[in-house]
């Protein structure tokens, strides 16, 4: 009995740990919670909310400095909402962006030799 009773209780602060934060109700003190926002970003995330509530992820992006898609999908993650959705990508942004390969622009190096002198004829 004892063991189910601590069982429930750790499940009921599991699931307080990891309640959603929404960017549109929550208090600066909440919003630190969340893993990836500090003190500066709660307060710019309530400066912008001044303006008006966040209509979507795509709103607080574009409103907010510093928060970009791939950010974004990392606060998801962490338990933020925006009017209790989670963030998901558009198809014209991505969380995770691939990254783009430049030729090297280095020129090729002559193979090395053993260290030896050539022999003089």
Same mark, same amino acid.
């Given at each position: 009995?004892?063991?189910?009773l601590l069982?429930f209780?750790?499940a009921?602060y599991?699931a307080l ?7 549109? /109700?929550?208090t600066?003190a909440?919003l630190?919670? =969340? @893993? #990836? *926002?500090? $003190?500066?970003?709660a307060?710019r ?7 008006g509530?966040? /209509?979507?992820w795509?709103?607080l992006?574009?409103? =907010? @400095? #510093? *928060?970009? $898609?791939?950010?974004a ?11 209790g959705?989670?963030f998901?990508?558009?198809a ?8 783009a390969?430049a030729p ?11 260290g ?6």
């Open positions: 009995m004892l063991k189910k069982t209780f750790l009921a599991t740990a990891f309640a959603a934060v929404d960017a549109n /109700k929550a600066s909440e630190t919670e =969340v @893993k #990836g *926002i500090g $003190p500066a970003t307060t995330i309530i400066d912008a909310r001044k303006q509530p966040f /209509k979507n795509d709103d992006i574009a409103r =907010v @400095k #510093g *928060i970009a $898609p791939t950010s999908g990392k606060l998801s993650e962490g338990g933020l909402t925006v009017n959705q989670t998901k990508p558009s014209n942004q991505s969380a995770t962006k691939p990254k390969t090297d622009p280095s020129p090729a190096k002559p193979a090395q030799t053993t030896k002198k050539p022999e003089k004829m």
